[in-house]
């Protein structure tokens, strides 16, 4: 099984090296990773020639072997994915992105929020993006001060009175 650990922004200077962007809770996992897939299944894979940290906070620079500037122009914007089998085991209450998209997002009075669309790394926290049943969406920051519990198990993430901060989204 494959899953998605990063995404490509932009290119970075005149030789084909990328700016990528993790989508994992533990982005060091990226320095570790010798090879990427751009699709869903393991036809086209990408090797790493040099990976090192970037500028600016959650970013890092992938060379990747015969891949020139153009080559790499053509990469931004996709996902790159790597072999489940792969990543390092997790220590206890830590997960991968990937295992919380589409949970169910609910408050201690069992009132569904919606379910976690995306996740995005933003410094010191992440956000996540929770949309509706009605197609509404809107941010929560993955923090204590707004998120109580996540159980893997239940597929569930039990938020704190979240109302004003939703309201205060809403245009």
């Keep these: 099984m494959l899953i998605p650990v990063a995404k490509i922004l ?3 200077g005149i030789k084909g090296e990328l700016k990528v962007s993790p989508l ?3 982005s060091e996992i990226l320095l570790q990773i010798k ?6 299944n393991k036809e086209n894979f990408l090797e790493v020639e040099n990976i090192r940290k970037g500028p600016g906070y959650n970013v890092y620079l992938v060379k990747f072997k015969d891949i020139d500037f153009e080559e790499a122009q053509s990469l931004t914007n996709q996902i790159l994915y790597i072999d489940f089998e792969d990543l ?3 220590e206890e209450d830590e997960f991968y992105y990937y295992q919380i998209i589409g ?7 069992n009132k569904l929020w919606g379910k976690i669309k995306e ?3 933003m410094g010191e926290y992440d956000l996540i993006l929770v949309k509706t049943e009605s197609g509404e969406e809107f941010y929560i920051p993955l923090v204590e001060e707004y998120v109580e519990e996540l ?3 239940s597929k569930t993430i039990l938020v704190k009175d979240i109302k004003a901060l ?3 989204q809403k245009v």
């Design 10 to 12: 932009s290119t970075h």
């Design 24 to 26: 994992l809770s533990y």
């Design 35 to 40: 090879r990427f897939y751009l699709t869903k």
């Design 88 to 90: 390092p085991d997790l």
């Design 103 to 109: 949970f169910k997002v609910k408050d201690k009075n």
């Design 119 to 121: 996740i995005m790394p």
């Design 151 to 153: 159980d893997l198990y």
């Design 166 to 168: 939703v309201e205060s």
